[in-house]
């Protein structure tokens, strides 16, 4: 009976296995040393935080210390676990010779510090350590059904904390504990964690893009600038609202008008095939249109998935491509110095004739 159950994700382990080897094969790669959690979790499902994944032609070792040893035999799929008792995880994989014949191996250059690629070098003599950064996150960006579904329950999880969190919002509370409470209830909905320390900033603090939570208490007239997402079963959700208490300033509404245009405008014209710079063009023409063109300094989005920035990127600068079943965020912002700022942002997933919108919050101007 276990086998039966285990057996889908098994399949899934191994396929995604496959598509890594298949790149290894394109970078003449022998093994594969990856290092960065994600990654890991992706390609055999463990969870915590210290391992070490070797890929190879025609096996896979994953490595861990004795704190993971029962974790590590529930959740790994498609891995021989090694537990190394004394030592680092590479002295271990040093010890069962598992780059006995290799001569290239990739690692995640861009995750890996150098004093580590450094041992690794030391113990693996006669091994050239090739950097293969992006690699296994260009796998991760598009997401198959089951990941979905899971980013789902992390967005369904956010929007119930935002509604409940309106009904707190009011003229004396501190931004601090806002934020204590979006903590807080996301626990209730069942969430891991934050998927990153939530951002409640109010008056002109709202336009501190990623300002921190005060001791302010909101005031009327106030905008008050709400980011926050959470983590459930490792899939994360990143939610963004600006609302208004006892009354919105003329400014402010203007820019929470266009500001809500623009996220529409891309959205509705998003499709499958452009290029991040594409789309993020498409919101920053709007916004140049109504006169914030200066005011809107940040990227459009970013790819939503095991991380809460994760490929693809959409921005000014980004070349890559979206595709049908990727994930990711569309969140324009304005911010006026002095004054305040307001960003919409939604999770949506590209479906092959445009985008779907994962986020049920309200977006509309709301008004406490």
């Avoid at 899934?12 to 598509?19: F, N, Q, T």
Wanted: aromatic share 6%.
């Amino acid at each position: 009976m276990a086998a039966a159950v285990d057996a889908p994700e098994e399949r899934e382990a191994a396929r995604r296995v496959a598509l890594v080897r298949r790149q290894m094969q394109r970078r003449r790669a022998d093994a594969l040393f990856v290092t960065h959690a994600p990654n890991i979790r992706y390609l055999c499902g463990f969870s915590g935080s210290n391992g070490l994944l070797v890929v190879k032609a025609r096996s896979v070792l994953f490595f861990t210390d004795p704190r993971y040893a029962e974790q590590a035999s529930s959740e790994v799929r498609g891995a021989r676990v090694g537990i190394v008792a004394a030592g680092t995880l590479a002295q271990g994989a040093h010890k069962a010779r598992v780059l006995a014949g290799a001569t290239a191996v990739g690692f995640d250059g861009d995750r890996v510090p150098v004093a580590h690629l450094n041992t690794w070098k030391a113990l693996f003599r006669g091994v050239r350590f090739r950097d293969a950064s992006g690699m296994i996150d260009a796998l991760r960006a598009v997401k198959a059904p089951e990941e979905l579904a899971g980013i789902r329950r992390a967005v369904d999880a956010t929007d119930r904390v935002f509604s409940a969190v309106l009904g707190l919002i009011r003229a004396g509370v501190r931004e601090r504990d806002l934020a204590a409470e979006i903590t807080y209830r996301h626990r209730l909905e069942g969430a891991d964690r934050d998927a990153f320390d939530p951002i409640v900033v109010s008056g002109p603090r709202s336009a501190l893009i990623h300002g921190r939570p005060s001791d302010r208490r909101l005031r009327n007239g106030d905008a008050l600038l709400l980011d926050f997402g959470c983590v459930v079963d490792g899939w994360c959700s990143d939610l963004t609202r600006t609302v208004f208490i006892g009354r919105a300033p003329r400014a402010l509404r203007e820019a929470h008008a266009a500001v809500l245009r623009a996220q529409r405008k891309a959205i509705a014209e998003a499709r499958p095939g452009m290029t991040g710079r594409e789309l993020d063009g498409i919101a920053r023409e709007s916004l140049t249109r109504d006169g914030y063109g200066d005011q809107f300094p940040h990227a459009l989005g970013h790819g939503l998935g095991l991380e809460v920035h994760e490929q693809p990127r959409i921005s000014w600068a980004s070349s890559d491509v979206l595709a049908e079943g990727m994930v990711a965020t569309v969140e324009p912002g304005v911010y006026i110095p002095g004054t305040g700022g307001v960003r919409i942002e939604d999770d949506v997933v590209f479906r092959a004739s445009g985008v779907e919108v994962l986020n049920r919050a309200p977006r509309e101007l709301l008004v406490l």
